[in-house]
């Protein structure tokens, strides 16, 4: 069997969302084709209002296209019922916020839980799970507190620990350090990076921080809600760039080149200060 095809996990095709908006149209995705690996650590980038957010969404089944496909683990999900779907990111999805959306009343291990208990996990085992991963986090000491009582860097720590309960085989996450300073930013996209290359699972972020493009195997740039380019880190650190509009099938250009994140991949490791 193919391995590529074994390997795939997500694959996007014709994905087109169109809003209405009293008579007006807003075409936010206008034909979008893009895949996954397992594994595969994918940053979104793109301009305000280029439709980062809609395809994310879309993606995490949390809203539906207005045309194409989108099958993740063998499912169609555009096509999903609502309780299927429901039970669908139960199982496999995991999502970070930019705004952390921590339940104010709970404490970060009960915040952390959360998702384990729709999975049916006992309560002993939950707060086992919870607590290696606010360790993992660096919150051990903050188990017990509540959102209120941790600094923006520390809520969305919790929120990072919440995401990967459950070792849903997909992350996504919007903005993820899109409410904190840049020291503090590359500190947290360290800790999500690590975290999902350790269980080998799926990363899907969207951020307007192109500090954080280093991280990405697999870079989508969008403009207008269409693709401009896919950057992919390819084995040994060299990159492939697949560009929409390319008519020349000249994949050296000079251009190719000077836009391509490469360089920048190959000094991961150097970009945290
Ligand atoms: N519910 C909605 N109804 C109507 N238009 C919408 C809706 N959601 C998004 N849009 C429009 O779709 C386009 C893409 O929006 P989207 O939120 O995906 O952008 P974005 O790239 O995430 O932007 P930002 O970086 O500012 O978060 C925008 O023009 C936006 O106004
Ligand atoms: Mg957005």
Same mark, same amino acid.
């Given at each position: 069997m193919n391995t590529k095809k074994q390997d795939m996990i997500i694959e996007v095709n014709d994905l087109v969302k169109t809003y209405l908006l009293g008579k007006e149209r807003v075409r936010a995705l206008r034909g979008v084709d893009f895949t996954i690996n397992r594994g595969e650590i994918v940053i979104i980038v793109g301009s305000s209002g280029s439709g980062k957010s809609t395809l994310l969404n879309m993606l995490a089944g949390l809203e539906k296209p207005t045309k194409g496909n989108i099958e993740i683990l063998g499912h169609n999900i555009a096509k999903m019922s609502e309780n299927k779907l429901t039970k669908f990111r139960q199982k496999h999805i995991g999502f970070i916020f930019q705004s952390y959306n921590? /339940? $104010?009343?709970?404490t970060a291990l009960q915040n952390v839980s959360l998702p384990l208990v729709f999975k049916g996990v006992a309560v002993k085992q939950r707060e086992r799970e919870a607590a290696k991963l606010l360790s993992a986090v660096g919150l051990k000491t903050h188990m017990f507190h509540k959102p209120t009582q941790m600094s923006g860097g520390q809520q969305q720590r919790v929120g990072i620990a919440r995401a990967f309960a459950g070792s849903p085989e997909i992350v996504f996450a919007d903005e993820p350090t899109g409410n904190l300073d840049s020291k503090t930013s590359l500190k947290v996209m360290d800790l999500i990076a690590q975290l999902a290359r350790k269980k080998r699972q799926t990363l899907i972020m969207v951020t307007h921080?192109?500090? /954080?493009? $280093?991280?990405?195997d697999q870079v989508i740039d969008i403009l207008d809600g269409k693709i401009q380019t896919i950057t992919k880190k390819a084995e040994g650190g060299s990159c492939e760039i697949d560009k929409e509009d390319d008519t020349t099938g000249n994949s050296n250009s000079v251009d190719d080149i000077n836009s391509c994140q490469c360089s920048d991949q190959c000094h991961r490791d150097t970009v945290r200060s």
């Amino acid at each position: 069997m193919n391995t590529k095809k074994q390997d795939m996990i997500i694959e996007v095709n014709d994905l087109v969302k169109t809003y209405l908006l009293g008579k007006e149209r807003v075409r936010a995705l206008r034909g979008v084709d893009f895949t996954i690996n397992r594994g595969e650590i994918v940053i979104i980038v793109g301009s305000s209002g280029s439709g980062k957010s809609t395809l994310l969404n879309m993606l995490a089944g949390l809203e539906k296209p207005t045309k194409g496909n989108i099958e993740i683990l063998g499912h169609n999900i555009a096509k999903m019922s609502e309780n299927k779907l429901t039970k669908f990111r139960q199982k496999h999805i995991g999502f970070i916020f930019q705004s952390y959306n921590l /339940l $104010p009343t709970m404490t970060a291990l009960q915040n952390v839980s959360l998702p384990l208990v729709f999975k049916g996990v006992a309560v002993k085992q939950r707060e086992r799970e919870a607590a290696k991963l606010l360790s993992a986090v660096g919150l051990k000491t903050h188990m017990f507190h509540k959102p209120t009582q941790m600094s923006g860097g520390q809520q969305q720590r919790v929120g990072i620990a919440r995401a990967f309960a459950g070792s849903p085989e997909i992350v996504f996450a919007d903005e993820p350090t899109g409410n904190l300073d840049s020291k503090t930013s590359l500190k947290v996209m360290d800790l999500i990076a690590q975290l999902a290359r350790k269980k080998r699972q799926t990363l899907i972020m969207v951020t307007h921080d192109r500090a /954080l493009i $280093p991280y990405g195997d697999q870079v989508i740039d969008i403009l207008d809600g269409k693709i401009q380019t896919i950057t992919k880190k390819a084995e040994g650190g060299s990159c492939e760039i697949d560009k929409e509009d390319d008519t020349t099938g000249n994949s050296n250009s000079v251009d190719d080149i000077n836009s391509c994140q490469c360089s920048d991949q190959c000094h991961r490791d150097t970009v945290r200060s």
